[in-house]
């Protein structure tokens, strides 16, 4: 009972009035298998404790596959696979993980057959014998050639070698990765390797550098790709980095795609990335490229036909005003050839926490970080069905015992709701458009509050997030403009202490950094508010008032925004009318 | 409809007659807050997306700390936190992160002080300026003395700098640290301090050497501790790993030390363990320990009065028929002066998955791996109450959304059964009686079963895990004595193609393996089985028959093993009598 009555102070992430954070209402095909499954408490460590919703977590991953344009035929190959986390940041330690796994994987199998040369027979990749090939070289095969490279070494050493000189192998194998000697074992043996380094975008989540510091590469080894001015990633500097690292023999552990930022919804440019990837590889680098699509993965649902197949732009454009612009759409077209992505169902799947999912590809890269699998060097284990042994899938995964009851939920519902334009696509499309709807009519708005305020939307939203800047009329002061927007965000903020019930809205806040916008842009921002040219300055991390500009965030996922009340107007038309009363409030109190 | 009929297929771990892995019926308390939790839907990433569960989180960290024998008021030093984890295996990571953060944070911060030598005045450990401290003193402070040094750094520097040099300089020390250097970055810079180890069991978790894969340090970086013939930590040998890390100048990154193992429930002598390093600094070696209790942590509950106080042993003993021994009931005392520890509600805390929790003795060791803060190098940081800081959870984890349900779970489960012998003691004194019940039992059924196998149970029980070895009279092949145990467990295991609900029993099986027995232990087990002579030997990891003796394992966690039917028997009884039936239905066959 007292739980009970203290949960009454939670968000109310369900109702239309939270526009906040990465949060809405539920499904309810997502919330029942939950609870239902919940009473059965099934660990998707193995299959052996779960065998009603493992196969099911299996399937949740091809499903998401699917979604994003992957192959899940396991009679072909590639053939992707994918399973659930406790949330996108595990994904992402994951997708790293598995990627600098596969990236090392030739260097230690060349040196484990130039150690018994007459061992395995000829092992050759893109046509010569990997004994010959430098590390430089063996680091830069791309995800599907290490899979074939390591399938071709265990046929030849199940074809050649008796079970405990296969064994032994193995063992050599494994004991040339750096997942035995440590990073700086590795490294102290390949010098050459050293300092390879993940290409992100300035927007990636911190996940990332989290991810760096807690996988031992460090966060220097982020290379920062700029943003361009609807904080895209700018694909003419990776280009310009992947040129770099050809140029200087940095290794590229990954770079790292962001389909829906956090803080602003945007999406990079993965068509563009990922030409710029297979155009790198005549410098002689190779890059795998993971998207961390926590929050737009989903989205995917509304390109997606019922046959599976990508929708028309065309075809697209009807449904919405300006939705997918030519970028966007490319960028979703361009998922079916990265390697490896994060995709939170707790976000945009609706479903309770804690589900995020992990999915590649090719299935091959999960062999790569198999626990007990790695000292059995034995092509039986390639003949036998890959899912089998996925069975056992906390040997594959970061985490041990995982909820079953997580499976469960997102399984269900991409049952009730299936991944294309029809099923999720549907609710994802309101998303946007409601988007669509804010953007819309805050021009009427601007105009109406022009004698009060300037507003501007500095970033055009590429999905369903709308970030605000309001300056009150006749101020130049950045710092003065910044404590305003604070003020507006105090009245529609989480309080402990007062009683959420009584807010008129939930918002969110986040910030546009100097450092992330270029000179140009940032004065034509400056100039659009009223405020001092030079005010805003690139400055190292700290509490400054002048290297930012504080803008209100709205996050448009509920899928009742649009929804109109007796006198016409919907969620967002009175989102409107509200920041008009705190803004009156607010100047009236100057 | 579909999935419900569907989850008709999964083990029934509420029942009595799952005496396999370790998972068993729920709390109802836990069972009800998780549901209505979940409809709620809180995160418990910040305070902001959970204001009703965020504190319990908090709280909970608090409780397992209390019931460790851990100091939590926040106005003393040290004082306790913790928080929870999606299981035991990202405990460990997180009990791995967070000593390795502090470890080398001295010599990241010498460094900095070192290049800037007027900046911050003397800062000094062990009463020398830390500028003075070689490499290995400065990796060989313990957490206590880390903190307190980090403390004064903060100090020094709020009263010594202005605000912009203050964040210049936790910049620069920031740079010298691992998590930005990387691995290979770090330890170029000291070389004397690469190689640096854990020290764990041979019967340590496999997460443990995942987790040396996962974040960098390389299995090989294991320093494996022989076990005794109890499969408890030898720590004979772990006081020789400590002289020789000392003399070679090895840094040891933690020890881990086991509280219930996975295979056999043995719990390792935390106290010897703790005497052993607290000697070993006199060498000039600091090792802090992490005390992997994933599984008998709740354990601890036993041993706790009411009033918070450890209970005597003799006053314990009178509940029991042997528990607990002398060596238990000290590692138990001894967890007070560990410095971290994994404890898994979702495993004795009876509590749905996914809950692992993670706990440190001293708060301070937060501040290692806080993400936003670390460049915000100032005292007023300190001056705030940490656990205010710790409101953003998500800055100080290695996750990112958090099920705020989980926490629910636990919160009200330990409100309703407080940890102590009163509350969660109550039950897991069941467990306890259960496994000394199936001890005594198994005397009697030994010699009653003497004429058709032979029976031991290589392990004396620390806890409430039983491990049996069965073999045919008559029979001298180890290799027939195992398969013989695969047939018998074949009856009692999960099988997705027959109806669970028809097995008597559903047991599970382990190995011991050769490589972790004293030949004089391995011979005198053979002998007691009537297995020819040196059978068993140790060989490289593979599929062999003679390197391992094959063991039906069971967990004694349900509380209703004790509960007899209209015959006056119990589970246990029962057990045993289907056991003897599988024995003799497998000899006639054979």
């Known amino acids: 009972m007292r739980l009970s009555a203290d949960l009454k102070r939670s968000v109310p992430f369900f109702s239309p009035r939270y526009v906040g954070h990465m949060a809405s209402d539920l499904l309810l095909p997502g919330v029942i298998a939950r609870i239902i499954t919940t009473l059965y408490n099934p660990n998707n460590v193995a299959e052996e404790a779960a065998p009603a919703t493992l196969d099911k977590e299996l399937e949740v991953g091809l499903q998401l596959a699917r979604m994003v344009g992957w192959a899940t035929d396991p009679s072909a190959t590639p053939c992707a696979y994918g399973h659930l986390t406790s949330g996108g940041t595990l994904a992402n330690y994951q997708g790293l993980r598995n990627l600098t796994a596969a990236k090392f994987y030739g260097v230690a199998l060349a040196a484990a057959v130039r150690s018994t040369p007459a061992l395995l027979g000829a092992i050759s990749a893109r046509g010569e014998a990997i004994e010959g090939l430098d590390d430089w070289a063996l680091a830069n095969l791309s995800v599907d050639e290490i899979i074939t490279l390591r399938a071709d070494a265990m046929r030849s050493s199940a074809a050649r070698l008796a079970p405990e000189a296969r064994a032994g192998f193995g063992a050599l194998v494994e004991s040339e990765r750096h997942e035995s000697l440590g990073l700086f074992g590795f490294f102290t043996r390949h010098p050459d390797l050293a300092g390879a380094r993940v290409l992100a975008p300035a927007t990636a989540h911190y996940s990332w550098s989290k991810a760096l510091k807690t996988l031992g590469w460090g966060v220097d080894m982020m290379g920062t790709v700029r943003t361009d001015r609807d904080m895209r990633m700018d694909v003419a500097h990776l280009r310009e980095l992947l040129e770099e690292s050809a140029h200087a023999r940095v290794p590229v552990l990954c770079i790292v795609g ?107 890269l999960a062999e790569f970080v198999s626990h007990s699998a790695a000292y059995v060097f ?161 400055r190292p991390r700290g509490p400054y008032e002048d290297d930012h500009v504080y803008m209100l965030r709205h996050t448009l996922m509920n899928p009742w925004l649009m929804q109109e009340n007796e006198r016409g107007r919907n969620y967002i038309d009175r989102y409107l009318d509200h920041l008009e009363h705190l803004i009156d409030d607010a100047t009236r109190r100057v």
Request: aromatic share 8%; glycine share 8%.
């Open 378 to 538: 034995d092509a039986r284990d390639e003949e036998e069905d890959p899912s089998d042994r996925m069975r056992h899938l906390g040997e594959y995964v970061l985490e041990g015992s995982k909820s079953g009851a997580a499976t469960a939920s997102a399984y269900v519902t991409h049952k009730v709701l299936p991944l294309n334009e029809r099923g999720f696509g549907a609710i994802l499309r309101h998303t946007i458009r409601s988007c669509e709807y804010f953007y819309d009519a805050l021009g009427e708005w601007r105009e109406r509050m022009s004698d009060r305020v300037k507003v501007t939307m500095p970033i055009t939203p590429d999905t369903n997030l709308v970030c605000l800047v309001v300056n009150p009329a006749g101020n130049t002061s950045l710092a003065e403009m910044n404590a305003f927007g604070r003020s507006l965000f105090s009245q529609m903020s989480v309080e402990l202490d007062a009683s959420l019930q009584r807010r008129d809205f939930i918002a969110s806040y986040t910030s546009l950094f100097a450092e992330n916008l270029a000179p140009v842009r940032a004065q034509e921002l400056l100039a659009e508010l009223g405020i001092r040219p030079g005010a805003l300055a690139p």
């Open 258 to 364: 962001v389909l829906g930022t956090t803080e602003f919804g945007t999406i990079d440019p993965l068509g563009a990335i990922t030409d710029a990837r297979d155009d790198a590889r005549a410098l002689g680098i190779d890059a795998s490229i993971h998207v961390d699509a926590a929050w737009g993965g989903y989205l995917a649902t509304i390109f997606r036909a019922e046959d599976g197949g990508l929708i028309e732009r065309d075809a697209l454009r009807k449904r919405f005003h300006y939705f997918p612009s030519q970028e966007v759409y490319d960028a979703f077209a361009a998922l079916a050839r990265a390697d490896s992505i994060t995709i939170d169902p707790h976000k945009l799947g609706y479903i309770p926490y804690a589900a995020g999912a992990y999915v590649a590809r090719n299935r091959g």
